[in-house]
């Protein structure tokens, strides 16, 4: 099964933030699961009670402790069988004794690149 999984990285320098957007084109998630694959060992499951996916249920809980101890946040978005996307944000923190207008022009400075891959 061919899958497309795009990545995609911002700067939101109004908020001073970095925005990191990862979409997987494939089965999806349920809205009603949101909260509940960001518990431990949690794993999602199909009407059928068969497993959807693979893996010990640890990935996001992980992923969120990590995001939130750097001060940023995620939340997850999802259509059943056509798509699931996550988005962190996270806090730009430059060193205080810089001027305004430095961080600033540090900021316009960071290139990124946007990548879209195949599987």
Same mark, same amino acid.
């Given at each position: 099964?061919?899958?497309?999984?795009?990545?995609?990285?911002?700067?939101?320098?109004?908020?001073?933030?970095?925005?990191?957007?990862?979409?997987?084109?494939?089965? !999806?998630?349920?809205?009603?699961?949101?909260?509940?694959?960001?518990?431990?060992?949690?794993?999602?499951?199909?009407?059928?009670?068969?497993?959807?996916?693979?893996?010990?249920?640890?990935?996001?809980?992980?992923?969120?402790?990590?995001?939130?101890?750097? !001060? !940023?946040?995620?939340?997850?978005?999802?259509?059943?069988?056509?798509?699931?996307?996550?988005?962190?944000?996270?806090?730009?923190?430059?060193?205080?004794?810089?001027?305004?207008?430095?961080?600033?022009?540090?900021?316009?400075?960071?290139?990124?690149?946007?990548?879209?891959?195949?599987?």
């Amino acid at each position: 099964n061919n899958g497309i999984v795009e990545f995609d990285v911002r700067l939101r320098s109004a908020q001073q933030q970095l925005q990191f957007k990862i979409k997987d084109f494939g089965k !999806g998630i349920k809205e009603c699961d949101f909260e509940r694959i960001f518990q431990p060992f949690q794993q999602v499951t199909t009407n059928d009670k068969h497993k959807v996916y693979a893996g010990t249920g640890l990935g996001l809980p992980i992923t969120q402790k990590l995001v939130e101890a750097m !001060g !940023g946040s995620i939340r997850v978005d999802s259509k059943v069988g056509v798509f699931t996307e996550f988005t962190v944000l996270l806090p730009i923190i430059t060193p205080s004794s810089s001027s305004s207008s430095t961080r600033e022009a540090e900021i316009r400075e960071l290139q990124l690149p946007v990548v879209a891959l195949a599987f």
